[in-house]
């Protein structure tokens, strides 16, 4: 509370000394009886003055003279000394009174300009204030206990939380009341009276636009990561099927062809030598297109990732990288038994995949070490690099679409993606997919990434 204006009003203004002389006189009965010496010194003085002016004065009258003017002197002093502590008290008392209902309507006036509904409710539940916020939103409280007022049930509710409010306890969380059709973040707090007791003090900010506009965003990024997943399940379909075409079809052709190559040239003749210098050429060319469509249908879809399994086709990748870069990759794989669908080989695949290409375009290391395992029924996916290290701008950059890609495959099978990247570390990305419960889970959890 803002109590410092409250004791600046109360405080003497400035230039008021004689205030303070007088309060210094009211502080001593001593000063009392000296003024009161000096009133009846003086007086005696004046009748002593006065009294050889009137020479025929009886002795009666001058008696009466010297008390009348003895009271008068004495009378003044006594009115200073007994009434006026009294009349400056009540003042400065009616000051501060002043100041505290100044003070009050203030505060009155700051909570009812909020745009939170704030209400005290005591431990009888009933309501002893509420601001206006609050009374436009539910109406005039019109000595309704809080539960009457906000839910219209004769009975506390079940969820009040007053309990944990008087044990000293502030909360804060969120209610839909019917009443209004609002939801409302609410935050209880304990106020302590004078009177010993506790009441709550509760504010009311309504979220319901904000809540609206989380649900749009939910349900939006759910429909995103649907069709994204959607569109990689789409993708997965297509290259497997052109790998299988290339790998069968034109395995099958070109390897007719070699077989004609191979018949033709058994069939020529020793005068035929340029002729069969040719078939030998064709020969080692239709060699090398057997070569090289075997890489596109491996580089599409590895057949073994269908046929063999996610740690075959993880090994053969891992000597893939090495025969490519030259850099030593070591796979160490710890799997009961493969029962993978092949949502989940695909992806750990294929971030596998991702993360070995991105050692070989931006790590510079010297060796990767990866495993992949089971643990109590969750499956997970490391890869070390000794490089240069991945920074928290490169992992917080939207356009970092490898990563990306990767934070999304993993966030659709409801796991977990931490990357993190150090200088004299390098890289790690570690990667837990729930799969033992994978169907049932549909749980979205939000990626975790750090800069050690
Ligand atoms: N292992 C790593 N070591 C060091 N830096 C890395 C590593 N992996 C990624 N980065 C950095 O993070 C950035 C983002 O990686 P990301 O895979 O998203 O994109 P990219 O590899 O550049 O392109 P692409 O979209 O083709 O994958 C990279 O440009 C690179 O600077
Ligand atoms: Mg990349």
């Known amino acids: ?55 025929n004065l009886p002795a009666r009258a001058a008696v009466l003279l010297d008390s009348t003017i003895l009271i008068l002197f004495i009378l003044p002093c006594l009115n200073f ?43 009888e539940h009933e309501i002893e204030y509420a601001n206006s916020a609050l009374e436009r939103e539910f109406g005039p409280v019109e000595g309704r206990k809080c539960h009457e007022y906000l839910h219209g049930s004769t009975e506390p509710c079940p969820c009040c939380r007053y309990d944990e409010v008087s044990a000293g306890k502030s909360v804060h969380w969120e209610r839909h009341f019917r009443k209004t059709g609002r939801t409302y973040d609410l935050c209880d ?43 990689q399940a789409v993708r997965e379909e297509e290259r497997t099927a052109i790998a299988r075409e290339i790998h069968d079809e034109l395995g099958q052709m070109l390897a007719t062809l070699q077989l004609d190559v191979s018949l033709v040239a058994g069939g020529l003749r020793e005068d035929q030598a340029p002729l069969a210098d040719k078939v030998g050429s064709m020969a080692r060319l239709i060699e090398g297109t057997v070569r090289t469509v075997q890489r596109i249908s491996s580089e599409l879809r590895p057949v073994m990732l269908d046929d063999l399994g996610l740690a075959a086709a993880m090994e053969w990748q891992a000597k893939e990288f090495e025969k490519k870069s030259g850099i030593p990759c070591e796979i160490a794989i710890s799997l009961k038994g493969e029962i993978f669908g092949r949502e989940v080989s695909t992806a750990v695949f294929r971030i596998f995949q991702e993360a070995l290409t991105n050692v070989l375009r931006h790590a510079v290391a010297t060796r990767v070490e990866a495993s992949l395992m089971e643990k109590r029924g969750r499956l997970e996916l490391a890869i070390r690099d000794d490089g240069r290290g991945i920074s928290r701008e490169q992992l917080n950059d939207p356009l970092s679409l490898g990563l990306v890609g990767m934070r999304e495959r993993v966030a659709i099978l409801g796991g977990r993606i931490k990357i993190s990247g150090s200088e004299r570390k390098g890289t790690v990305v570690v990667v837990r997919i729930p799969v033992a419960q994978q169907e049932e889970s549909h749980d979205r959890h939000e990626e975790d990434t750090d800069r050690r």
């Open 189 to 231: 707090t304990p106020l302590y009276k004078a009177d010993g007791t506790v009441a709550k003090l509760q504010i009311f900010r309504d979220v319901t636009e904000r809540k609206k506009a989380e649900e749009e965003l939910r349900q939006s990024r759910e429909r995103l990561r649907n069709l994204s997943a959607h569109l």
């Open 81 to 123: 000394f007994l009434f006026r502590p009294l009349v400056l008290h009540i003042t400065e008392r009616k000051r501060a009174e002043d100041a505290l209902q100044r003070e009050h309507n203030r505060i009155r006036d700051i909570l009812d300009a909020m745009q939170d509904g704030v209400c005290i409710v005591n431990q």
């Open 1 to 55: 509370m803002p109590n410092t204006n409250l004791r600046k009003e109360m405080s003497p203004p400035p230039g008021k000394a004689p205030k303070e002389i007088f309060n210094r006189l009211y502080g001593s009965p001593y000063w009392l009886v000296v003024i009161i010496t000096i009133a009846v010194f003086a007086t005696e003085c004046l009748v002593m003055v006065l009294l050889p002016l009137f020479p």
